[in-house]
């Protein structure tokens, strides 16, 4: 069935260096992808998210790059702070956009 | 808004209990999602519904599982009987009728003894 694959589980970079997290998807038909922060007790929180017909699109310190022909698409964080400290999971539609699935989740830990 | 809510944030119980959970989305959305998140599965979808009518419950696991949404501001989760193995955080999330985004509840964190 449909998948979404997620690297790394876990990641620790120096606060101020940039973070980046990679996906893979399975269905050649999804069209939107979402990327989600998960703090510490609290559900998921969409922080970003980008179409098919996009190669990239950029929010202040986070940016998301997509290549439809690998079916890759990779989160980036630059100046990366403490509060940048959470669970990242990526995500994809699948059929007509009803329904996305996640990935397994990153954590990630910045470093003082 | 007060977002997405559900209750309670915690639930302890004994195996063979029936357990419901509850799921307030926000208001004018018309699309729920109930999810479980465990450390082994990530997040599965369990099943969603557009205008309060479920429309893919392929992810419940068992029949032991049901949901219910009797109208566009509530919905529920039923385990019965309750398994250890239903032990989870169990999330809502809603999502406005044009829009892909979804919007998550606090979640119900479910422990079975």
């Known amino acids: 069935g449909e998948n979404v694959e997620q690297h790394p589980s876990t990641l620790s970079v120096q606060e101020g260096d940039s973070a980046v997290i990679k996906c893979t998807y399975s269905d050649s038909a999804s069209n939107y992808f979402p990327w989600y922060k998960q703090e510490l007790g609290k559900g998921p929180q969409l922080i970003i998210d980008i179409r098919s017909n996009v190669g990239e699109k950029k929010d202040q310190r986070i940016a998301v790059t997509l290549n439809k022909t690998a079916k890759h698409f990779s989160l980036h964080i630059t100046e990366t702070q403490p509060e940048d400290s959470a669970v990242y999971f990526c995500a994809a539609s699948i059929g007509r956009d009803d329904k996305i699935i996640f990935g397994k989740g990153t954590r990630l830990h910045i470093l003082p | ?113």
């Open chain 2, 1 to 113: 808004d007060a977002g997405v809510i559900q209750s309670p944030r915690h639930e302890v119980t004994e195996m063979g209990q029936e357990v419901t959970l509850r799921c307030k989305p926000i208001s004018g959305h018309n699309s729920l999602f109930w999810y479980r998140q465990t450390m082994m599965r990530g997040l599965e979808l369990l099943i969603y519904f557009n205008n309060n009518v479920p429309i893919d419950d392929s992810g419940m696991p068992e029949d032991r599982f049901s949901a219910k949404m009797p109208n566009a501001s509530f919905s529920t989760l039923k385990i019965q009987p309750s398994e250890p193995r239903d032990s989870a955080v169990y999330f809502c999330a809603s999502r406005p009728g044009q829009q892909n985004i979804q919007y998550f509840g606090a979640g119900t964190r479910l422990s079975v003894l």
